[in-house]
């Protein structure tokens, strides 16, 4: 052990530039300890170099490998020098900057959801409504958007301006219940309307994105307007529901009127056609009778008498015939 220590003291005398002589141990010899002093203490300045050396080389490594980047396959690499876009990557890969004087900025490739904060507006009707909607949105010039906006922030603050602008503009100009009301809804066409207005608001900015489309999640009501607005919601609807059972009242009479003036015309075009009918029957009736009685003018002649006597004659009527009577002839069973 204490040979070792020696050893060790030695080592760190050479590395301190100290020149030192070693005394022999108990167990070297005479001549050992000559060489020894002959030989002298090593040159500090190897060691010395050797470790700048390892430094450097360690720090280059560290900033080679700070300097590279990964690409990803769903993101954007936007390269600055001295806050101007030098480089921009999209496609995937290992990249690399120049240490120092160069930053990247990733940004998203796909779309992403932009939650807007709740906004009172005022209808046409003046009724203040709590607007809660989000917009979808994508990046299309990775490269204007750094260098116009900066930051997604900024862009996301700057479009929240234009969709709220918006919104207030284009439901200021529809009533209340035409907004909740699920048959006259036009809030699909207010989202389009919204959509398209701020894309153009966006591109005079030329911050090169675009909103792909802006939804109205849901419309509240201020809480201490909501028994107002219920009460009126509910005359409205009593209105309306009485408007409707006038209409349906008025349209009724008109239907029974018009059916019953077609059923009066039917009826007397039914009894023209049957009265024709019934005539043209009764001239083809006596068409055959006169044709029959023709050919025998006697029997035609009793018939008349007959259907005569049918006639006038009812079950109780008592009728006094003379015996030489036609008539009681036929009812005798004579005949002539």
Known sequence: ?????????????????????????????????????KKGPKNPKKYISLAVTLTIIFALAITLLANI????????????????VV???REPGLNMKIPFIQSVTKLPKNQMTYEISEEEINTKDKKRIIIDNYA???????????????????VESRMEEFI?????????????TEIINDEDSSRGSINDQVTERVNELLSNDNYGIEVVDVRIRRIDLPTENEQSVF?????????????????????????EAQ??????????????????????????????????????????????????????????????????????????????
């Open 136 to 154: 979808v949105w994508r990046i299309t010039d990775p490269k204007l958007l750094i260098s116009n906006a900066g930051t997604i922030e900024k």
């Open 231 to 255: 009460t009126n919601m509910i005359s409205d609807r009593e209105s309306i529901a009485q408007k409707y059972l006038s209409e349906g009242d008025a349209q009724k009479r008109r239907i």
């Open 69 to 84: 980047y990964i690409v990803k396959e769903s993101e954007y690499a936007v390269v600055r020098q001295f806050g101007e």
């Open 164 to 176: 709220y602008s918006v919104i207030r503009s284009e439901l200021g100009r529809i009533n209340y």
């Open 259 to 336: 059916t019953d003036q077609q059923v009066q015309e039917m009826l007397a075009k039914a009894s023209k056609e049957a009265a024709l009918i019934q005539a043209e029957g009764e001239a083809e009736a006596a068409k055959i009778y006169n044709k029959s009685f023709s050919q025998d003018p006697e029997f035609y002649s009793l018939y008349r008498t007959l259907e005569s006597y049918k006639k006038t004659v009812g079950e109780d009527t008592v009728i006094i015939l003379p015996a030489t009577s036609p008539y009681a002839n036929i009812l005798s069973g004579y005949i002539k």
């Open 1 to 37: 052990m204490d040979q070792k220590n020696k050893d060790l003291e030695k080592f760190l005398n050479f590395l301190s530039g100290k020149s030192k002589k070693a005394a022999p141990s108990e167990g070297d010899s005479g001549d050992n300890v000559v060489k020894m002093s």
């Open 87 to 89: 480089k921009f990557e």
